[in-house]
């Protein structure tokens, strides 16, 4: 016998169910089924399958789980999509389907193998799709819409789906929360049948779709809202107008930088996150936002008959960085509370403290948060910053964006130094200088579950 005793041995808790392996409690085990399965569902494909060597007790968990199966797991060679495996998964999982991911555009799979995908009862009852493919058959439309009752999730992309008239197939997506569109062409009566099908969406995208020149969205649940329109003209009818008619859960609405509409919300009294507002201009042209009375034209206010209580983060798009715009939408949206702000340019101005003197007596910043892009220490940037250094009370944090070459002590103490920060009206307010970007923009979003934010414009 060693001296230090037999080895361990297997050996059962006093909590029932519950096995203890060298002293070690397992209690992972020990939970029902259900959740086992639910907590293999949430893992990537492969490690899914995995999970079948841990122990007796999970040899069989994984096939009667819900079905994670993502096909970008499951390549060979040149991205090439493993038929075999894909067929395999399929026979000998019993399901129910959780969510199936498939990108043509990036992976070659066999259309043998998405119509057996589509058409396998191991995805019955599935929840999430995301569906990318640029030769999207008629067939393959017809059996997507079999998960309709069940779907959660929906990111749809790389088709044409101008031929499909929604209007008369009458669809109708019971549980569907999350929508995305990503570069899709459909016709405007059709996308607005196919809004008018969820019942339950709160979030829908948007990104880089034609055929149609207006969007009209009129929803009791939507949550959140985001546009990327195209950026170079294309060959067909491009999106101009989006009209929110009626949103009184709508929280976000958020446009690319430098986008280019024409947009209307009549009522959004929920409103909190807006942006990217901007002052590009386009073939003479430049957007604009009317909410109620109030009208943007551009980062213009062009009639401010009444303010806008509810927006409390606020992204404007600026070229030329200009103290007396924010002031302007500060007074548009007085309980501003976040302000990121993309410029690329810093002329000399910003002087405000004889300008503004009569303003800042009866003007009560809430500012808590100011986020600057692209910050090198010029005299406009520090003339701009100042202003709220010595004057927003309740600041918490500023943030701004330096370059790589300008990350060295002998910068960013000269920078605290022009900044008067020792002079700070907030005294809590931090101070934070960033190499390479601290705004998300909209090419951050890369999937219909990432608009699901709090503060969408917050880099992590």
């Not at 998405?114 to 439309?141: G, M, T, Y």
């Not at 949206?333 to 003197?357: A, D, M, T, V």
């Amino acid at each position: 016998m060693d001296a230090a005793g037999p080895s361990p041995k297997r050996r059962r808790s006093a909590s029932p169910g519950v096995e203890e392996d060298g002293g070690c409690a397992d209690y992972i085990s020990a939970l029902p089924d259900a959740v086992l399965g639910d907590i293999i569902s949430l893992l990537p494909t492969k490690e899914g399958a995995r999970t079948r060597i841990l122990a007796s007790r999970w040899r069989d968990l994984w096939l009667s789980a819900p079905l994670n199966l993502d096909c970008r797991e499951l390549t060979a060679g040149r991205n090439e999509v493993r038929s075999d495996v894909v067929s395999r998964i399929l026979s000998s999982h019993r399901g129910p389907g959780r969510r199936l991911y498939i990108n043509t555009c990036i992976h070659w799979i066999l259309a043998d193998t998405v119509e057996a995908c589509l058409r396998s009862a191991a995805l019955d009852n599935l929840e999430e799709l995301d569906f990318i493919n640029h030769l999207l058959e008629k067939p393959q439309r017809a059996l997507i819409l079999r998960f309709s009752p069940t779907l959660r999730v929906a990111n749809i992309g790389g088709c044409n789906l101008s031929d499909v008239n929604f209007h008369e197939l009458h669809l109708h997506f019971p549980l569907l929360k999350q929508l995305g569109l990503v570069n899709v062409m459909i016709s405007e009566s059709s996308l607005h049948s196919l809004i008018a099908g969820c019942p339950a969406l709160e979030c829908l995208l948007i990104d880089m779709c034609s055929g149609f020149r207006r969007i009209r969205i009129n929803s009791p649940t939507m949550r959140c809202m985001a546009v990327r329109e195209y950026g170079i003209p294309i060959e067909s009818l491009l999106l101009e107008q989006i009209v929110i008619e009626k949103a009184p859960c709508l929280v976000r609405l958020l446009f690319e930088r430098g986008s280019i509409l024409q947009v209307t919300v009549l009522a959004a009294p929920k409103l909190e996150t807006l942006g990217f507002i901007s002052d590009k201009c386009r073939s003479g042209e430049l957007s604009r936002l009317m909410i109620g009375s109030t009208v943007l034209q551009g980062l213009c206010v062009d009639n401010l008959i009444t303010v806008v209580q509810t927006v409390k983060i606020l992204a404007p798009d600026m070229h030329n960085l200009s103290l007396d715009t924010v002031i302007e939408l500060m007074r548009c949206f007085p309980c501003l509370e976040k302000l990121y702000i993309q410029s690329f340019q810093s002329r000399p101005g910003n002087l405000w403290r004889r300008k503004h003197r009569n303003l800042l007596k009866c003007f009560d910043m809430s500012l808590k948060t100011l986020v600057l892009q692209l910050y090198r220490g010029k005299k406009s940037q520090i003339n701009f910053l100042t202003f709220f250094v010595l004057n927003a009370k309740v600041l918490e944090s500023v943030t701004l964006g330096i370059t790589t070459r300008n990350n060295n002590e002998k910068f960013l103490a000269k920078q605290r130094r022009k900044l008067e920060l020792e002079n700070r009206v907030s005294r809590d307010a931090q101070f934070h200088f960033r190499t390479g970007s601290c705004v998300r923009s909209s090419y951050d979003i890369k999937h219909i579950g990432d608009l699901d934010l709090t503060d969408p414009f917050a880099h992590m």
